[in-house]
C-alpha cells in the first residue's frame, strides 16, 4: 500500500485493516490496545491493560502500584487495576468494595480497630474510663492502664474499664460485690472514699464506736455505757444513775442515796459521800480540827487522834484538842494526869 507497505504487518493490533488513498488504516483497536500515538499506520501500538499503565483509553491510564495500595499481586484487569489479596495479618481490608484502590481500610490503628469490614470499631470512643489506649493484634482494642476507681470487671478490653468501683451503692476495690455505703445502719450520710465506705454523719443519738463500718453507727448513745458519747460510762457509786435526754442530748442523770450528793457537779461520775473529812455532811465542808488527825461520820466531824502532846480534855471535838499537854502540871502528858507537890510539866513529864 502506498510505498510498498504491508498493512497487515504495519497496522497492529486492530481489525478492519485497509489500505485507502495510499496509506494504511483499520476500522477498530483491539481489546486493551490503543491508538495513543494518533498513527493510524501503524494501528493500536499501545497496550492499555499494563500494570504500571491500566486503562480503557489512553487518556485514563494509571500505575497500579501507586494506585492500589496493601495489597498483594497488583495487577491490571482489562483496563481497571485489581489485586490477588490484601496484605498479610489483616492489617488492611478492603472495605469499600473498590479494587482499583486496594485495601483502603485499616483494621489494626486505634481509630479503625477490628478483624474484617463490619467488626470495626473506634477504641478512642469505646474505650472508657482508660489509659494507652491502643489496637492489639487480634483487632481487638487494648490499653495499658484503667483510670483510679475504675476496672475491666467484663473482661473485654473494647469497652475499657467499665465498671465503676467507687461507687457509693457499690463501694469497693476490685471486681466483685462492694458495700452499699447508703444502706448502713443508723447512718445519715457515707460516701465511697478510694473504694472503702466512710460514714460522714451518723443518725441522731447513734455512733459508730466500735470503728466498724460494715454495721454502721450501731450504738444508741441514750445508753449508760455510751452515755452522749463512745464510751461515756454512767456510774454512782452512792445511788442510782441513768441516761436521758437533757434537750436533744443524752446525759447521765444520777439520783444520791442518803448522805451522798453530786458535789463535783460530775453527772458521769454521779454522787460523792457527804461522809469524807472534804465533804462532811454538805458538799465542801472540810474537817479541820484543832491539833487533831479528824473524821466524818454521819455528817460531824470527829476527832480520830490527837497530835502529841496534845490532848481533847474538854471533851468538845469541835475546837479539836485544845489542851497543850506538854507543860500543863494538871494535865501533864495526859488529860487529868496532875504532877504532885507543885512538881512542874516539862515535855509531858512530871519533874520530881
Known sequence: CGALHDCTHDVQNASGV???SGACNYGSCNSGFGDCDST????????????????????????????????????CNQGSCDFTSCVPVNAYANC??????????????VTSCGTNCLVRRDCTQ?????????????????????DAGYASCDNNTNNGC??????????????????????????????????????????????????????GCETNLLNINNCGDCGVHCINNFGTTSCSLSGNTAVCNPQ??????????????????LETTTNCGSCGRTCSLYHANASCAGGTC???TCETLWGNCDN?????????????????????????????????????
Open 18 to 20: 485497509s489500505c485507502a
Open 40 to 75: 493510524r499506520p501503524n494501528g493500536c501500538e499501545t497496550n492499555l491493560w499494563q500494570t504500571e499503565a491500566c486503562g480503557t483509553t489512553c487518556g485514563n491510564r494509571v500505575d497500579c502500584l501507586q494506585t492500589v495500595h496493601h495489597v498483594l499481586g497488583t495487577y
Open 96 to 109: 469499600d468494595g473498590v479494587h482499583s484502590n486496594g485495601c483502603e481500610t485499616p483494621l489494626k490503628e
Open 126 to 146: 469505646t474505650v472508657r474510663h482508660a489509659t494507652g489506649i491502643s489496637c492489639a493484634t487480634t483487632g481487638n482494642c487494648a490499653f495499658s492502664a484503667c
Open 162 to 215: 467499665e465498671a465503676l468501683l467507687w461507687d457509693d451503692t457499690n463501694c469497693r476495690t476490685q471486681c466483685g460485690t462492694g458495700m452499699n455505703c447508703t444502706t448502713l445502719s443508723h447512718v445519715q450520710t457515707a460516701h465511697c472514699v478510694t473504694g472503702t465506705c466512710e460514714i460522714q454523719a451518723c443518725a441522731n443519738l447513734y455512733k459508730n464506736c466500735n470503728g466498724t463500718v460494715s454495721d
Open 256 to 273: 444520791c442515796a442518803g448522805n451522798s450528793a453530786n458535789c463535783d457537779n460530775n453527772l458521769v461520775n454521779g454522787c460523792e459521800s
Open 302 to 304: 470527829y476527832i480520830q
Open 316 to 352: 468538845n471535838d469541835s475546837n479539836g484538842c485544845e489542851h497543850n499537854l506538854s507543860n500543863d502540871r494538871f494535865n501533864c502528858g495526859s488529860c487529868g494526869h496532875r504532877c504532885p507537890d507543885a512538881s512542874p510539866c516539862v515535855g509531858g513529864q512530871c519533874q520530881y
